[in-house]
């Protein structure tokens, strides 16, 4: 789960969370639906996890994004990434 604010200054909070999906052995969930924002490094290290988790040959599943942070992860294309697929409904607006 990635909740409240999350930007390069909370960076250090998601290394141990990520460093554990690494070693899953299965697909990967993160929950979203806590994160109220995100800036560019939440996206580039969800970028790099997908990244690596294809290459294990797994998928990186992001549920339950509010609509601001569904419209930011589509709007930077994270969810057209190989290996990443947003879950839940589409955002009310677009």
Request: net charge positive.
């Amino acid at each position: 789960m990635i909740a409240g604010d999350e930007d390069r200054a909370t960076s250090g909070r998601r290394r141990r969370p990520i460093s554990v999906a690494l070693r899953a052995t299965r697909d990967v969930i993160v929950d979203l639906s806590d994160l109220t924002f995100a800036d560019s490094s939440v996206i580039v290290d969800l970028a790099c996890l997908a990244q690596r988790l294809r290459a294990q040959g797994r998928t990186l599943w992001l549920a339950g994004a509010q609509p601001h942070i569904r419209c930011l992860i589509e709007s930077v294309g994270l969810d057209r990434l190989p290996a990443v697929r947003l879950a839940g409904p589409a955002p009310a607006f677009s």
